[in-house]
């Protein structure tokens, strides 16, 4: 497992040194989704940033389940780590044209093609591609809404395998549906089962009832790696690792770096500009 | 050549290889969130629409103009008199004469100009970039060359307008599904017409770096790359043209007293 000795070896590596493969990558972010503006935020909701226009590109709707790697379109397409180093997250600096709070995460696994209207147990079948066994300690499981679901409230729950490999777990029921938790691009986050602190895949959700409309929904596995506040308008936030206490996160071999927002707002988000910088070791 | 530990760093950083001081004139016409470009605003010899494509030398008016040599750049310090980001990037490729009321194919010639330090266009980004303003919004696609080599066309992007259509503005153009990078920008549609035709072009560019600039009575900042970025201590390519974008706080914020020193460290 790769370590920087001190400060001097991560100075050293920072600049090119001790096969340090410096990399800051850049990302755009646009307020559009395909051909039009993107749904409009909800105040207090997340957003997932993953179908937003942007450079490198945006990520497609997926279909059945699949493993993102940073090959996908809508990564950030960082390089891996070679020779048997690990790749860290030293931070970055983060800019958008809206107040709210920026979500850095490793894509783990997901899927779409899910149905609004259907009430029986929906087929996921998602199982996370890196943090495996014990080490999905710390994943996620969220909602993804692809295309617009119904406006009826219900709720929905999911069953998936727990970080301890243990099946047929169930997600706390949560909220889904209705005004601010139908729109596209709408991102929620379903609550473990009591005790539980990560998972490994799921494998099926199911609806309460019926929203009303089809639409296209899916599950996302999650792995969080960097969280950032972004209070003001037009000013951008650095977060550098180095000095905090979170320290460096791991970009794992083949991650899939994507972004997701806590809106404090109702307008559209129409520039989002991020540089991340990472050195292996 | 790495910097090989955190002493020979500091004593770098005490002796500077060169020290680039920016200054540009006020201005006001900005909008919240989106970047302006200071390379019209630039002093004492400010940038000037670039006309026909070119890759822009290094010591361009509108560039910071530093010498060549193996290096880094380590420190950015100063201030613009209102609260926002700066970033200084390196601008690789640019044109201008298009116009806002063309509602053909408007074409760039910028294919083959990308210089050897961008490579085959991985990580180059693109804006379109106004020098006369433009009229009310429409949408834009724009034709281009992916760093792969692919013919592409972006998804549309939103253009003019009170936000985006006013002089200096910069604003990133997003990709085809799958791509991160291009080599150039070989074309521009508007879906509609502007209603003034103005000025325009299109700028291809790799940031260096980005800050942050909360101000306080015009009290500069000062920021090292390793301590304040994140370690993130840019290389400078020989003959890179350096620019600046800033991006207010808020609409119409004054950007003024905008001074800037720029340190550069030996490699």
Redesign the interface.
Same mark, same amino acid.
């Given at each position: 497992m790769g370590a920087f000795a001190?400060?001097?070896?991560?100075?050293?590596?920072?600049? +090119? &040194?001790?096969d340090?493969a410096?990399e800051?990558?850049?990302k755009?972010i646009?307020g559009?989704v395909?051909?039009a503006v993107a749904a409009t935020p909800t105040t207090g909701r997340w957003t997932s940033l993953w179908q937003y226009?942007?450079?490198?590109?945006?990520?497609?709707v997926p279909t059945t389940a699949s493993s993102p790697t940073n090959a996908t379109?809508g990564s950030l397409?960082q390089t891996d780590p070679g020779g048997g180093r690990q790749k860290w997250l030293? +931070? &970055?600096?983060f800019?958008?044209?809206?107040p709210g709070t920026l979500l850095v995460y490793d894509r783990l696994a997901h899927m779409g093609g899910l149905s609004g209207t259907v009430t029986t147990a929906q087929t996921v079948n998602a199982t996370a591609a890196r943090y495996t066994g014990a080490e999905a300690a710390g994943n996620e499981i969220w909602v993804e809404v692809y295309t617009q679901i119904g406006a009826s409230a219900t709720t929905i729950t999911a069953s998936y395998t727990n970080q301890a490999g243990t099946a047929a777990k169930v997600t706390l029921a949560t909220a889904i549906g209705a005004s601010g938790l139908n729109q596209a691009q709408r991102w929620l986050q379903l609550p473990l089962a009591s005790g539980d602190t990560g998972v490994r895949s799921v494998e099926t959700v199911t609806l309460a009832g019926t929203t009303g409309t089809a639409g296209n929904f899916g599950v996302t596995i999650v792995r969080p790696l960097l969280q950032v506040a972004l209070p003001?308008?037009?000013?951008?936030?650095?977060?550098?690792?180095?000095?905090e206490v979170q320290g460096f996160a791991e970009i794992k071999v083949g991650a899939c770096i994507a972004f997701a927002w806590l809106a404090t707002g109702t307008t559209t988000?129409?520039?989002m500009?991020h540089?991340l910088?990472m050195?292996e070791a | 050549?790495?910097?090989?530990?955190?002493?020979?760093?500091q004593a770098k950083v005490r002796i500077p290889f060169q020290r680039v001081t920016a200054y540009a004139q006020q201005f006001s016409d900005t909008t919240?969130?989106?970047?302006s470009s200071l390379w019209t605003k630039m002093l004492p010899t400010p940038g000037v629409a670039p006309g026909a494509a070119v890759s822009p030398a290094r010591t361009l008016a509108g560039a910071l103009g530093q010498r060549n040599g193996n290096q880094?750049l380590t420190r950015i310090s100063g201030g613009m008199g209102t609260?926002?980001?700066l970033?200084i990037y390196d601008r690789l490729v640019h044109c201008s004469g298009l116009s806002g009321t063309v509602l053909t194919a408007q074409n760039t010639s910028m294919s083959g100009l990308l210089p050897s330090r961008a490579g085959s266009g991985a990580?180059v980004?693109a804006a379109l970039e106004i020098y006369t303003a433009i009229g009310s919004g429409t949408t834009v696609t724009c034709g281009y060359t992916s760093s792969a080599g692919a013919n592409q066309t972006s998804?549309?992007?939103?253009f003019g307008g009170s936000q985006k259509g006013s002089i200096a503005k910069f604003l990133?153009?997003?990709?085809?599904?799958?791509?991160?990078?291009v080599q150039s920008v070989n074309s521009v549609l508007l879906a509609t017409t502007t209603g003034t035709a103005g000025n325009f072009g299109v700028t291809l560019y790799k940031?260096l770096?980005?800050?942050?600039?909360?101000c306080w009575g015009n009290e500069p900042r000062v920021?090292d790359s390793?301590?304040?970025?994140?370690?993130?201590?840019?290389l400078v390519p020989n003959d890179a043209c350096l620019a600046l974008c800033a991006?207010?706080?808020?609409h119409n914020a004054m950007f003024n007293d905008i001074l800037f020193d720029f340190e550069f460290i030996e490699?």
């Amino acid at each position: 497992m790769g370590a920087f000795a001190s400060l001097s070896d991560l100075v050293n590596r920072a600049t +090119g &040194g001790n096969d340090g493969a410096p990399e800051t990558r850049w990302k755009f972010i646009d307020g559009r989704v395909g051909a039009a503006v993107a749904a409009t935020p909800t105040t207090g909701r997340w957003t997932s940033l993953w179908q937003y226009n942007g450079q490198p590109s945006h990520g497609d709707v997926p279909t059945t389940a699949s493993s993102p790697t940073n090959a996908t379109a809508g990564s950030l397409k960082q390089t891996d780590p070679g020779g048997g180093r690990q790749k860290w997250l030293l +931070g &970055g600096s983060f800019a958008a044209s809206h107040p709210g709070t920026l979500l850095v995460y490793d894509r783990l696994a997901h899927m779409g093609g899910l149905s609004g209207t259907v009430t029986t147990a929906q087929t996921v079948n998602a199982t996370a591609a890196r943090y495996t066994g014990a080490e999905a300690a710390g994943n996620e499981i969220w909602v993804e809404v692809y295309t617009q679901i119904g406006a009826s409230a219900t709720t929905i729950t999911a069953s998936y395998t727990n970080q301890a490999g243990t099946a047929a777990k169930v997600t706390l029921a949560t909220a889904i549906g209705a005004s601010g938790l139908n729109q596209a691009q709408r991102w929620l986050q379903l609550p473990l089962a009591s005790g539980d602190t990560g998972v490994r895949s799921v494998e099926t959700v199911t609806l309460a009832g019926t929203t009303g409309t089809a639409g296209n929904f899916g599950v996302t596995i999650v792995r969080p790696l960097l969280q950032v506040a972004l209070p003001t308008l037009g000013l951008a936030a650095v977060r550098s690792l180095l000095t905090e206490v979170q320290g460096f996160a791991e970009i794992k071999v083949g991650a899939c770096i994507a972004f997701a927002w806590l809106a404090t707002g109702t307008t559209t988000p129409y520039l989002m500009y991020h540089s991340l910088t990472m050195v292996e070791a | 050549m790495a910097v090989s530990d955190w002493s020979s760093y500091q004593a770098k950083v005490r002796i500077p290889f060169q020290r680039v001081t920016a200054y540009a004139q006020q201005f006001s016409d900005t909008t919240a969130g989106v970047w302006s470009s200071l390379w019209t605003k630039m002093l004492p010899t400010p940038g000037v629409a670039p006309g026909a494509a070119v890759s822009p030398a290094r010591t361009l008016a509108g560039a910071l103009g530093q010498r060549n040599g193996n290096q880094r750049l380590t420190r950015i310090s100063g201030g613009m008199g209102t609260t926002g980001v700066l970033m200084i990037y390196d601008r690789l490729v640019h044109c201008s004469g298009l116009s806002g009321t063309v509602l053909t194919a408007q074409n760039t010639s910028m294919s083959g100009l990308l210089p050897s330090r961008a490579g085959s266009g991985a990580d180059v980004l693109a804006a379109l970039e106004i020098y006369t303003a433009i009229g009310s919004g429409t949408t834009v696609t724009c034709g281009y060359t992916s760093s792969a080599g692919a013919n592409q066309t972006s998804p549309a992007m939103e253009f003019g307008g009170s936000q985006k259509g006013s002089i200096a503005k910069f604003l990133p153009i997003p990709l085809a599904s799958g791509d991160a990078g291009v080599q150039s920008v070989n074309s521009v549609l508007l879906a509609t017409t502007t209603g003034t035709a103005g000025n325009f072009g299109v700028t291809l560019y790799k940031p260096l770096a980005m800050v942050p600039l909360l101000c306080w009575g015009n009290e500069p900042r000062v920021f090292d790359s390793m301590l304040d970025l994140c370690c993130h201590v840019p290389l400078v390519p020989n003959d890179a043209c350096l620019a600046l974008c800033a991006m207010p706080y808020q609409h119409n914020a004054m950007f003024n007293d905008i001074l800037f020193d720029f340190e550069f460290i030996e490699d």
